[in-house]
Every structure is written in structure tokens, then in C-alpha cells.
């Protein structure tokens, strides 16, 4: 049997993706970003991103079905992200994912935004072992997850009880004088600092929190202590060395994370690890998760920067594993949801 070749459309937030799969076969991953549109107001406007997909929609199709060789009505499926995200942004990808089905005669599925960023690494590295440990941190969310099955069984172990990972990120670059988005400028930032400079609190992992929040992440402490101390060097007349509070502040970050993910692969036995997300594009983080993992023999499943952040991608294979696996599509009054769980994973 031919694998399947399924169009994924991304609008969960300020990019535009369009993904052309066949199988676990990356074919076109074509990317409208805003991001500067957003840039001058320190974060995502909702109603600026809206409008930048109505914009950017048909464009970015075009170029991923020129860039992948193919005809539209040569795709199987569309596969959309039906949630999480801003609601007027889903808005647009959903509807031009209903019109393509309706306009192509073609079967549509309504995917979950963080089940994708899961799935994305098949096109890297084959199918998921199973179950896997997935460990996913972007700008919106920070989760932890025991995936048995990508397509329908996915148990949510941690989350963030306050800022997601790059939320803090975004923060702090702000505190430091940073551009927005702030990763990757705290990123290049902290590669000329000395991550022990300053320590900065590891939020939630006291053995106190460990009762309650064993798998859950806090970075709102953590985002208020390095506020603090800037604030106070700066009244006491000291320089305020950016790179080395910039490299402290992401030590911080990633040795939480590292620290739960490995607790739960190997609280539940579980020895592959998938990490996805925005964040997942940090260097400390992938240098981090490839030190732990290895002490602690667990595989780690990472994709390449470029897949971490949000993209048509992983949405198109996400959509080529449900048709792969036969799961059955969404019905096309399937509605958007901004807080879709992530035991939803198909609309």
C-alpha cells in the first residue's frame, strides 16, 4: 500500500505552516512567521497574527505544493491544528482546511497542537517507540507526557502551574534589554556567560514540592528572582553582566526540566525520551538532555531545530500516522478549541 500523503496546516499562533508529508517521507515545510509584526509590542497580538494567516494562507500552500512537486488534488487527507492555541488564529487554518477538504473530496482531521510537536519526530528518526516519555516546552506550554500511542493514548504526567518555558524566556529577555522573541537571544547570549554565576532558584523541586508537583514546572519564581537581582545591581550601581544572567537564568530552566523528564522515564520505566517544542531548539537544553540521558541510558528523540518550532510539519505528520493507523477522521463540523486537552487528540 502507497503511504499516505497528507497536507498539515499550522495557525496555533504567529506562524503560518504549511507541511507536506508521504508517510514519515518531509516532502515541504513551508513557514509564513509575523513575528516582527508582533516584535514591537514585547509578544503576540492575537487579532495582528489573524490577520497575517488570512494573508499568508494560499501563498504558503503554493509554494509547499511547488516546493514538494505535487498537485493538490494529489494529497490523501488534510490534517489541521483544531487546538491548543489563540482562537481567532485556529479560525483561519480551520477553515481553509475545510474548504480544501470540501473543494478536494478529501478526508480532514482536526489534530492536537502538542500531539504533533510529539509526532514530528518521525520524520527524523522513524516510528515512536512505545510508550515514550515526551517531554514539550514552547512559549504556551510546558508538559510532560507518558505516550503510549501518538494517535489516541497520551496521559498527561506534569504541566507548568504558572509561566510555560519560553514565557520566561520571553520575560527575562525583556528584563535584560533582549529582542523579542527572547530565546534565541538568551540562547546566543548565554553561550559567552558563566551558567554557575548567579543561582537562581530550580522551582518545584524542593522534596516538599516533589509531593504535589513531582512532574509539574514553575517558572514564575524563578522569572521574578532574576527581575530582583538585576533591579538590585542596578540600584546599587553595579554592571549588570547580561551574559552571565542570561547563561544562570537558562541553566536554571533546563536543569528543571532535565530533572523532571528524567524522574518520570524513570519513575514509569519508560527508556526513550521525545523533546519538542520551541525550547527544544535551546542548545543548553539539547546539550543538557543528551548528558542526562546518556548517564541514565535512555534514548533521547529530539528533531532538528527547524522542527521544534511550530510548523505544517509535524501537523502533516501527525494526520499521515492517523491515516497510517486507520483512526477515524473528524466530522466537518468539527469546532476549534483553544484549551484542547491533550487526551483529545483528534477533534
Known amino acids: 500500500m502507497t503511504e499516505p500523503l497528507v497536507l498539515g496546516i499550522e495557525t496555533s499562533c504567529d506562524e503560518t505552516g504549511i507541511g507536506i508529508v508521504r508517510g514519515t517521507t518531509l516532502l515541504a515545510d513551508a513557514v509564513a512567521s509575523s513575528v516582527d509584526e508582533h516584535a514591537r509590542f514585547g509578544g503576540v497580538v492575537p487579532e495582528v497574527a489573524s490577520r497575517a494567516h488570512l494573508e499568508a494562507m494560499v501563498p504558503t500552500i503554493e509554494r509547499a505544493c511547488m516546493t514538494a512537486g505535487i498537485r493538490l488534488d494529489d494529497v490523501d487527507a488534510i490534517s489541521v491544528t483544531s487546538g491548543p492555541g489563540l482562537a481567532g488564529a485556529l479560525l483561519v487554518g480551520v477553515a481553509a482546511a475545510k474548504a480544501l477538504?470540501?473543494?478536494?473530496?478529501?478526508?480532514?482531521?482536526?489534530?492536537?497542537?502538542?500531539?504533533?510537536?510529539?509526532?514530528?519526530?518521525?520524520?527524523?528518526?522513524?516510528?515512536?517507540?512505545?510508550?515514550?516519555?515526551?517531554?514539550?516546552?514552547?512559549?504556551?506550554?510546558?508538559?510532560?507526557?507518558?505516550?503510549?500511542?501518538?494517535?489516541?493514548?497520551?496521559?498527561?504526567?506534569?504541566?507548568?502551574?504558572?509561566?510555560?518555558?519560553?514565557?520566561?524566556?520571553?520575560?527575562?529577555?525583556?528584563?535584560?534589554?533582549?529582542?523579542?522573541?527572547?530565546?534565541?537571544?538568551?540562547?546566543?547570549?548565554?553561550?559567552?556567560?558563566?551558567?554557575?554565576?548567579?543561582?537562581?532558584?530550580?522551582?518545584?523541586?524542593?522534596?516538599?514540592?516533589?509531593?504535589k508537583h513531582r512532574f509539574d514546572v514553575s517558572f514564575s519564581g524563578l522569572k521574578t528572582a532574576v527581575a530582583r537581582w538585576v533591579e538590585r545591581e542596578q540600584n546599587s550601581g553595579n554592571a549588570v553582566i547580561v551574559n552571565d544572567v542570561a547563561a544562570s537564568f537558562q541553566e536554571a530552566v533546563v536543569d528543571v526540566l532535565m530533572r523532571k523528564a528524567i524522574d518520570a522515564c524513570l519513575t514509569y520505566d519508560v527508556n526513550t525520551l521525545v523533546i519538542g517544542g520551541g525550547v527544544a531548539a535551546n542548545s543548553r537544553l539539547r546539550t543538557i538532555a543528551r548528558e542526562r540521558c546518556q548517564e541514565h541510558n535512555i534514548t533521547l528523540r529530539i528533531p532538528s531545530p527547524a522542527l521544534c518550532t511550530d510548523n505544517g510539519a509535524m501537523v502533516a505528520a501527525l494526520g499521515s500516522e492517523l491515516v497510517r493507523r486507520g483512526r477515524s477522521e473528524s466530522r466537518l463540523d468539527f469546532g476549534t478549541q483553544s484549551s484542547m486537552n491533550i487526551t483529545e487528540v483528534v477533534a
Not at 124 to 131: R, S
Not at 156 to 174: H, S, V
Open 101 to 211: 477538504a470540501v473543494a478536494l473530496n478529501k478526508p480532514i482531521y482536526g489534530v492536537n497542537h502538542l500531539a504533533a510537536h510529539v509526532c514530528v519526530d518521525q520524520l527524523e528518526h522513524g516510528y515512536l517507540d512505545q510508550p515514550s516519555i515526551a517531554l514539550l516546552v514552547s512559549g504556551g506550554h510546558s508538559s510532560l507526557l507518558r505516550v503510549a500511542d501518538v494517535t489516541q493514548d497520551i496521559e498527561p504526567l506534569g504541566q507548568t502551574i504558572d509561566d510555560a518555558a519560553g514565557e520566561a524566556f520571553d520575560k527575562i529577555a525583556r528584563v535584560l534589554g533582549l529582542p523579542f522573541p527572547g530565546g534565541p537571544y538568551i540562547d546566543r547570549a548565554a553561550q559567552d556567560g558563566n551558567p554557575h554565576a548567579i543561582d537562581f532558584p530550580r522551582g518545584l523541586t524542593s522534596p516538599k514540592d516533589l509531593v
